[in-house]
């Protein structure tokens, strides 16, 4: 039995911490570019990282809400592709996991 309760709290804890710096990315990137050239490039720069994580915790931020989805309709800690149980050690890491080891190797072999 998967115990999706401890899942389901780290997972919005996650979520939290994600949105919490979601926001603070917006709040950087609206932020009136410095009038000095020099500056301004710099600035440019620190936007495009700022962009990237900005995208990186959305992708996250969609996986955990699936996850959580997963565990209202029941779904939750099995693999999508072949329905087994995924190990619990994995979930530990991965808590939005939705496939088992196994599928994720063959997916990840097959994309290289
Ligand atoms: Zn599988």
Do not use: W
């Amino acid at each position: 039995m998967i115990d999706t309760e401890k899942y389901r709290q780290q997972l919005e804890a996650r979520l939290k911490e994600l949105e919490d710096r979601l926001i603070h990315i917006e709040e950087e990137l609206d932020e009136t570019p410095d009038p000095d050239f020099a500056e301004r490039s710099v600035q440019h720069e620190d936007d495009e990282v700022l962009e990237q994580l900005g995208n990186d915790g959305l992708v996250e931020s969609r996986k955990i809400n699936a996850a959580l989805e997963r565990i209202k309709d029941g779904s939750f800690g099995y693999c999508l592709k072949c329905d087994e149980p995924i190990l619990p050690e994995r979930l530990d890491i991965v808590p939005y996991a939705i496939l088992c080891r196994n599928c994720a190797r063959k997916l990840e072999s097959s994309n290289s």
